[in-house]
């Protein structure tokens, strides 16, 4: 008799196989049960089970877990978000890391517990830009740094690098702009934008510029002011 699925799996399987989709079709690859067995690495069979409403062994799970990042809570449980939550440093080839690490016994995170703020701001638009604390968020410990401020990204505009909804660190101790780096910039009566960031040599202003090629640059008159750069961006904390 066929299994008829549960009804996490019966969406977890949606969700693996659209993923999987996606990321076949961005190859040139056309999805098919055996192109997502081949691409996972397991058994035509193993998807006719799946598909049947049969649940993957663990090693299986385990096996989605690292070729698609998908959170292996989600995964063996059915519980939080699908997609892993990874911190790198802003840098060339700079390693993932588990955004928050789990103590060997469960008791709680190994990390520093932070404050996120609002790159917004709160209330109707003022000419100073200043921190809201909207959420708290567990950083290794070996990304925590006293000066670092951490605030979450509303747009789309450093996309693929800085996705919508990241966590970015900006070290407030580091002001002084290196041409091209990634800085959190204070825009009178807009708010605070991350963008990379040089100095125009024919005028005193800064150009603003994002990684989406879609958003323009910006330049931003500077007339001496010393706070518009808030910190340099130095860790991005988002789905990987």
Sequence with gaps: MQNKPSPI???????????????????????TQRSFASFLDVSYGKVQAWERGQRPHADDLEKMSRILNLSPEWLLMGEGEPERMGIRRLG???????????????????????EV?????????????????????CIPLTYYRESVLIVQVEGSSMEPDIRKGAFVGLDTAQTRIIAGESYGVRVPYEGLTIKRVFVDPGGP????KSVNPSHPDVRLPFDGR???????AVWVMQKL
Excluded: M
């Design 9 to 31: 799996w019966a969406q977890q399987i949606e969700y693996i196989k659209k993923k999987s989709a996606n990321i076949l079709n961005s190859q040139g690859k056309e999805f």
């Design 92 to 114: 060339a080839n700079a390693p993932t890391d588990p955004a928050c690490v789990v103590g060997p016994g469960g008791e709680g995170p190994v990390g520093r517990v932070v």
């Design 117 to 137: 703020h609002s790159a917004s701001g709160a209330g109707p638009a003022v000419e100073r830009w200043e921190p809201e604390p909207i959420a708290r968020v």
């Design 205 to 208: 202003s800064l150009v603003l």
């Design 226 to 232: 010393d706070d518009l750069i808030v910190g340099r």
